[in-house]
């Protein structure tokens, strides 16, 4: 690069910016330079490697209403640093509206998505252009358990061998249990580190005349997800990554005896009348957004809650996480051999219209401070190794985040990785049969069956 332009871009970097739809330095949520925490210098380099004005950005996603607002608070730094102009839009029916817009001919430059069974449709139909060999190389040196998020980010082209289409950029964590410290204090409990633990743990609240867990599987329509959850969870903790990652490809069945395992697993937990508060009958008639409740009634109804990071917006108002609620990460078993694997969603850029701009907003994505910006805000997580973890707004956050740098493997929801169909379907209503007491052989043998009857 000339001297003469590297100077030009670190003078827009002083936020001097002359370019139309620039923000000066007092439109920028955290101004450059004043806070140290900020990898500033990312930003710096970027800047000096991308002149963009006069282009046009367009971004389609998922995230409306205060998640659009602070997404926004996102691009104000690539529009700075580049000065183009970023157009963001959302939809109600977005996955639908990105179908449409790509088999018109007419779809934004860069669509950010959580389902990575659209993104695979896509990419299949030759509607996406592949991120590269680069991209794919640095997810998996600069993503902590970096392979897994390369690979989730990988489909099969309309030909050839697969390639990378997705980058992972903001994370839903859902391997966590959910306590209050004081009645854990109250009682004498520690937070378990082992799977074992967990289970030992269990059955002492419960010879202490306590309940264990609450559980509720309630989701209107959609009830019965909060189960696979579960299933999930624990065929992480009880066979190789690799027996995971065929079940949800059906390379293996339901009815695959470490599938069979899983599920009852759940069932230890969740159809032991003592384990779980109002008795296993009360699982899937209790909706998942009350179930967190019983922990904090007085006396306690419940002293353990799995569920995602997201349920904390259910629990009462003005719960304190870290003093009033607290979380631990769901345990792996002790021995180690399958190491700290971490379930959980998110949302993967891709490429939906090649340009320069576009190109250039992955890049982008590749900076700390495209991570730090929103997690300085809240609602974020990311796995990315180059982020200072002190950035993020709040302690639980920090501390989410560091599940997730933590973490030795990463696997998206597997019930979004299913055809929905199956995932959105015949698992959910299986999952709830089977907490009503039908046996996991005869529930399994009807959701492969349901899956057989679509290939």
């Known amino acids: 690069m000339r001297a003469g332009r590297f100077a030009r871009r670190i003078?827009?970097?002083?936020?001097a910016l002359p370019a139309a739809g620039a923000l000066s330095a007092q439109e920028l949520p955290f101004p450059p330079r004043e806070d140290a925490r900020f990898h500033w210098e990312s930003l710096d380099h970027f800047a000096a490697a991308h002149d963009l004005k006069g282009q046009r950005l367009s971004i389609f996603g998922p995230w409306r209403g205060e998640d659009a607002r602070l997404f926004q608070n996102v691009l104000a730094y690539f529009r700075a640093a580049t000065g183009a102009t970023v157009d963001y839009a959302s939809a109600e029916n977005y996955e639908q509206q990105i179908v449409i817009d790509t088999q018109a001919g007419s779809p934004p430059d860069i669509a950010i998505l959580p389902q990575p069974g659209l993104i695979a449709d896509l990419?299949?139909?030759?509607?996406?252009?592949?991120?590269?060999?680069?991209?794919?190389?640095?997810?998996?040196?600069?993503?902590?358990?970096?392979?897994?998020?390369?690979?989730l980010?990988?489909?099969?082209?309309?030909?050839?061998?697969?390639?990378?289409?997705?980058?992972?950029?903001?994370?839903?964590?859902?391997?966590?249990?959910?306590?209050?410290?004081?009645?854990?204090?109250?009682?004498?409990?520690?937070?378990?580190?082992?799977?074992?633990?967990?289970?030992?743990l269990t059955e002492r609240i419960a010879a202490d005349g306590g309940t264990p867990w609450c559980i509720g599987l309630g989701s209107g329509g959609a009830t019965g997800w909060p189960a696979t959850d579960w299933v999930e969870d624990l065929l992480l903790r009880s066979a190789p990554v690799e027996t995971y990652d065929r079940w949800v490809t059906n390379r293996i069945p339901f009815t695959d005896p470490a599938?069979?395992?899983?599920?009852?697993?759940?069932?230890?937990?969740?159809?032991?009348?003592?384990?779980?508060?109002?008795?296993?009958?009360?699982?899937?008639?209790?909706?998942?957004?009350?179930?967190?409740?019983?922990?904090?009634?007085?006396?306690?109804?419940c002293y353990l809650h799995?569920?995602?990071?997201?349920i904390a917006s259910y629990f009462p108002k003005g719960a304190k996480l870290g003093r009033d609620v607290d979380f631990f990460y769901f345990p792996?078993?002790?021995?180690?051999?399958?190491?700290?694997?971490?379930?959980?969603?998110?949302?993967?850029?891709?490429?939906?219209?090649d340009s320069a701009p576009a190109r250039a907003f992955i890049e982008f994505l590749k900076t700390p401070i495209a991570h730090?910006?929103?997690m300085a805000q809240t609602s974020f997580l990311t796995p990315h190794l180059g982020v200072n973890p002190d950035v993020y707004a709040t302690a639980a956050a920090r501390r989410q985040g560091d599940i997730l740098l933590n973490a030795t493997t990463f696997r998206f929801d597997g019930s979004d990785l299913m055809p929905g169909a199956i995932g959105t379907g015949a698992f959910w209503s299986g999952m709830v049969d089977y907490a009503g007491g039908a046996p996991a052989a005869e529930v399994a043998l009807r959701i492969q069956k349901a899956w057989d009857d679509i290939q």
């Open 123 to 151: 990419a299949a139909r030759g509607m996406l252009a592949p991120l590269g060999d680069e991209t794919r190389a640095w997810i998996s040196g600069n993503y902590a358990a970096g392979n897994s998020w390369a690979d």
């Open 372 to 374: 730090e910006v929103w």
């Open 259 to 301: 599938v069979l395992a899983a599920v009852d697993a759940f069932g230890w937990f969740a159809r032991t009348d003592r384990f779980v508060d109002g008795g296993r009958a009360a699982v899937a008639t209790t909706d998942f957004r009350d179930s967190p409740a019983g922990l904090f009634a007085v006396p306690p109804r």
């Open 153 to 200: 980010g990988t489909f099969k082209g309309p030909d050839g061998p697969p390639a990378l289409y997705g980058f992972p950029y903001k994370i839903e964590l859902k391997s966590l249990v959910w306590y209050v410290p004081e009645t854990f204090a109250d009682a004498g409990y520690t937070v378990p580190r082992t799977l074992e633990d967990l289970r030992t």
């Open 11 to 15: 003078a827009l970097l002083a936020w």
């Open 306 to 310: 799995r569920q995602a990071s997201f």
């Open 332 to 353: 792996a078993p002790a021995d180690g051999s399958l190491g700290q694997p971490v379930l959980g969603s998110g949302t993967l850029a891709v490429i939906t219209r």
